[in-house]
């Protein structure tokens, strides 16, 4: 069908095991990304700085951060430097994921048969979110923007070699 979804099932089955269950833990992961044209993006009332709020204090909630908004309150400390000391203060004992710099669609940049970009943009988001965070363990993430990406996208986005391909739910 070239990639275009022809349906969609769901059911659901009530299972009662003999034996108890094993708990399987259960990840959730925000992304911390910004248009690089937002005008104040660390201001109280952005939604970056919503998103901090609303996760900071909750240490099993991962990060996927786009190294640019780092860098760009490093750049700029001024009016960044709440949202900074509290971004660097919620950073022990969370996973971390690195986007690509500047959150490169992969998508784009796959269909536009712009590999090197994409593939600069994820070495590069990496190394700068390493630098920047300096003792934090951080894995490299793949985050397509569709629920249901092609080929073509899922294949870039192995080529970044991702720690974590994370794919919506379509």
């Known amino acids: 069908t070239g990639g275009v979804r ?3 099932a769901r059911s659901f089955m009530i299972w009662l095991p003999a034996a108890p269950a094993v708990l399987t833990r259960l990840s959730i ?3 911390l990304t910004e248009s690089p044209d937002a005008v104040a993006p660390f201001d109280p009332s952005s939604r970056l700085s919503a998103v901090l709020t609303a996760t900071e ?3 099993n909630i991962a990060w996927a ?5 780092v860098s760009r309150a490093l750049t700029d400390p001024a009016p960044a430097s709440d949202w900074l000391d509290r971004f660097q203060a919620a950073l022990p004992n969370r996973d971390i994921y690195a986007l690509p710099y500047a959150d ?3 998508a784009a940049l796959a269909h536009a048969d712009r590999f090197d970009l994409y593939l600069d943009a994820a070495q590069t988001g990496q190394q700068q979110l390493e630098s920047a965070l300096g003792d934090a363990t951080i894995a490299r993430l793949a985050w397509p923007a569709s629920k249901a ?12 070699t991702p720690d974590v391909v994370l794919l919506g739910s379509g």
Not at 149 to 158: E, G, M, Q, W
């Open 6 to 8: 022809v349906g969609v």
């Open 104 to 106: 490169a669609d992969v």
């Open 149 to 160: 990406p092609d080929l073509s996208t899922i294949n870039l986005a192995a080529r970044s």
């Open 29 to 31: 992961a925000v992304p």
């Open 65 to 69: 951060v786009d190294p640019a908004i």
């Open 57 to 59: 204090q909750h240490r």
